[in-house]
């Protein structure tokens, strides 16, 4: 009974993070969506492809470090942090990627897969050193 009500104790902390956890994320999503030039969940909803494996390699992209970030921190305040810093590196990611790929929103709004798998490939790789480097 004793191990239980040790692990019970937990419950708060666990509650904290992973509430905040979601809130970044429906944050990025929000964010994500805003900044790109087409609508990701409508193009999705319509059988678009690249608009789903573009999203997918951000989402993925940001929720590695996010779980670093979870992981690791000293506080739910530096977790935050942590998380944003990864959510404003997808951001960069995206702006890169679409500069390199003439006509990318075009291309994505279009179902082209090729520029979409570039945008997730690089996303989840720049995720997961961003991941890594959050171990400090």
């Known amino acids: 009974m004793n191990a239980v009500m040790q692990s019970a104790a937990g419950l708060p902390a666990f509650l904290l993070y992973f509430g905040l956890g979601l809130l970044l994320f429906v944050l990025f999503l929000a964010i994500y969506s805003a900044v790109t030039p087409y609508n990701e969940f409508k193009l999705i909803r319509d059988g678009n492809l690249a608009a789903a494996i573009s999203l997918a390699g951000a989402t993925l992209g940001f929720v590695l470090p996010l779980a670093s970030a979870i992981a690791h921190s000293v506080s739910p305040i530096d977790m935050v942090l942590w ?3 990864a959510l404003v ?19 994505i709004s279009a179902g082209h897969v090729a520029p979409a798998t570039l945008l997730a490939s690089a ?13 400090y």
């Open 123 to 135: 996303s989840v790789a720049v995720g997961v050193l961003n991941a890594a480097a959050m171990t």
């Open 89 to 107: 590196t997808q951001l960069v990611v995206y702006f890169v990627v679409s500069r390199v790929v003439p006509h990318f929103g075009e291309a």
């Open 83 to 85: 998380g944003v810093i």
